[in-house]
């Protein structure tokens, strides 16, 4: 398996959250990991990442399990996340972010430069700029730029596409297919809006009330009555 995980199972604050979760990502495919509000979408990442171990359950990369792998060395492993919320650097200006980034593989400096990073998500924005100017579309260009600086193999994305307009969308999808093509990366991409995924997932997961309840191709998981119920009527059948 490139990525992705097996049974996972996790409880928070005694609750279950998650319960036998499956999911796997390609190299070069785009996973998308929907679910309506309070899914579980978002703990999974954290299991994913290292954040949260699972009661039960592995996670994989590149058939190594690294269930138990801290999140750092995860991260060396070319595991990159970006989360819900863009969290640009408050007192940074873009090229200082970026220099930032650089320096994030010391003792070596990435191979890649700020002009690299910002070409390859067609950010155009005067390196000057205070990061925390930036609107939400940019701030997720840089925050994706400077991961790409570390030459990931897989890719966790929370609702990138959150806070964004219709053409903002459209451009994200379209960076990303490019990204992936190019660096035959793996990403699994969380949006809870299904009509979105069909644009630019190759397949994806849906989750409901901690569960899986669907998998495959986005068209043939929007017409399976589970997720139907799942999204319309609050509840799975
Ligand atoms: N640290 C925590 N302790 C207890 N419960 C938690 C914790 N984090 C999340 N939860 C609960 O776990 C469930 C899943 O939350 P999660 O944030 O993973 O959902 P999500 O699918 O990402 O939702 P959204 O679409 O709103 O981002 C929710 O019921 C949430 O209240
Ligand atoms: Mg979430």
């Excluded at 966790?156 to 379209?174: K, Q, R, T, V």
Aim: aromatic share 6%; glycine share 8%; net charge negative.
């Amino acid at each position: 398996m490139f990525f992705g995980c097996k049974s996972v199972s996790l409880s928070l604050g005694g609750r279950l959250i998650l319960s036998n979760v499956e999911l796997m990502a390609k190299r070069g495919e785009i996973m998308g990991l929907v679910g309506p509000n309070g899914a579980g979408k978002t703990s999974l990442f954290e299991v994913l990442c290292g954040r949260y171990a699972p009661d039960e359950g592995q996670v994989i990369l590149k058939d190594e399990d690294i269930t138990r792998t801290p999140f750092h060395r995860r991260a060396q492993m070319g595991l990159g996340r970006t989360y819900q919320s863009p969290v640009v650097p408050a007192s940074l200006t873009v090229e200082e972010t970026f220099r930032a980034a650089r320096k994030s593989h010391l003792p070596f400096l990435s191979r890649h430069d700020a002009e690299w990073a910002a070409r390859m998500v067609n950010l155009n924005i005067h390196p000057e700029t205070p990061a925390a100017a930036l609107g939400a579309f940019d701030r997720r260009k840089l925050l994706l730029a400077c991961l790409m600086m570390r030459e990931p193999k897989v890719l966790l994305m929370d609702e990138p596409a959150s806070g964004l307009i219709n053409s903002e969308i459209d451009e994200l999808d379209i960076i990303l297919r490019e990204l992936v093509d190019e660096y035959a990366i793996g990403v699994v991409l969380i949006e809870h809006r299904l009509e979105l995924l069909s644009a630019v997932a190759d397949a994806c997961v849906v989750l409901d009330l901690g569960e899986v309840i669907a998998h495959g191709t986005p068209a043939h998981v929007f017409d399976d009555p589970r997720v139907n119920a799942a999204y319309f009527e609050g509840a799975s059948v």
